[in-house]
């Protein structure tokens, strides 16, 4: 498996990101807390179909901070870097901001695959999301003891799946030689996370959207998607029963072969 890494100026800023394989483009995009890294289980099977481009996100693994963290800035920041057409597939906050991409840029979406991820994290009414407390206990946590609230946080993304022992020695193996992330860019993504909602965008896409959801998650729960069905009838779904928050390090066969049925 061949690594390409390129290297583009974007706005006085050097970014880097990889690509791997030939074909079709499909950008996987990740979440917060971690790098482009967590996706390596899947990459080398991805990329005998695909051609993969790994981003990290602004403050993450090799990318530089921004002075303005918005949802906007960070899509000029990708964009200005991937190819003009695309499978976007973003896990958690990556997937909030792919669809964000989805929703102001659809001639760069071919198809959006959203993977556990939220279309408003925080819980709101009738629609299940993580407590507002639980964001403001992240963020003391981040301010005072960043590296212990992030093991914590790598470890609650596994918890309930099947194999959550071997999940959480697996996500902290892919991320032990990586880069540490931005204190600013892990405050700043857990502001996204706490104020955006993309519901009414959502319901407004007409590219092919799949969303999937891990049975056991407890950042993510499942009672939202039939809200989804509502807000977009053409929503597709598949739910990973033996998994929590990371279905494509619990079941990354299934995963693969679900994401490869989706694109073709």
Not at 84 to 93: E, F, K, Y
Not at 147 to 171: E, P, W
């Amino acid at each position: 498996m061949s690594i390409e890494h390129k290297n583009n100026d974007q706005v006085n800023q050097q970014v880097s990101y990889k690509v791997i394989g030939s074909g079709k483009n499909l950008i996987l995009i990740h979440g917060w807390g971690v790098n482009s890294a967590v996706w390596l289980p899947i990459i080398e099977q991805l990329s005998q179909h695909y051609c993969v481009h790994l981003v990290d996100l602004p403050g993450f693994g090799e990318q530089s901070e921004l002075t303005d963290y918005s949802l906007a800035s960070i899509a000029e920041t990708l964009l200005g870097k991937l190819p003009q057409n695309a499978v976007w597939c973003g896990w958690s906050l990556g997937g909030l901001i792919a669809t964000y991409i989805a929703s102001h840029f659809p001639e760069r979406v071919e198809k959006l695959i959203q993977v556990c991820a939220s279309l408003k994290f925080v819980e709101q009414g009738q629609w299940s999301g993580v407590k507002k407390e639980v964001f403001e206990a992240f963020k003391v946590g981040v301010t005072k003891q960043p590296k212990k609230t992030l093991n914590r946080f790598l470890s609650l993304q596994s918890m309930g799946s099947d194999s959550v022992k071997t999940d959480i020695a697996t996500i902290k193996s892919l991320l032990v030689d990586q880069t540490e992330p931005k204190q600013s860019a892990l405050i700043a993504g857990l502001n996204l996370l706490n104020e955006v909602d993309l519901r009414k965008e959502f319901s407004e896409l007409r590219m092919p959207c799949l969303s999937i959801f891990g049975e056991k998650d407890n950042l993510v729960p499942m009672g939202n998607a039939a809200t989804l069905f509502e807000l977009n009838p053409s929503n597709q779904q598949v739910i990973f029963e033996r998994s929590s928050h990371m279905p494509f390090i619990s079941e990354s066969n299934l995963f693969k072969a679900t994401l490869i049925d989706f694109i073709e």
